[in-house]
């Protein structure tokens, strides 16, 4: 299974067992993406959502 990068538009390639909520980069800019849908063997994907860590400041 394959996706589009949504950043640089490079293919991401997935195994068959993707499962929504996973994450996975883009081998060519590094991007992180979380897959949102998995249905008939095409995949949506959005970015990853980064959550820093609060050091109480």
């Not at 994450?23 to 063997?41: L, M, N, R, T, Y």
């Amino acid at each position: 299974m394959k996706a589009k990068c949504l950043e640089c538009e490079g293919e991401i390639k997935l195994p068959d067992d993707v499962v929504e909520g996973e994450i996975v980069s883009c081998p060519d800019c590094g991007a992180d993406f979380e897959v949102i849908k998995v249905s008939s063997g095409k995949v949506e994907l959005r970015a990853a959502e980064m959550v820093g860590e609060d050091w109480g400041e």
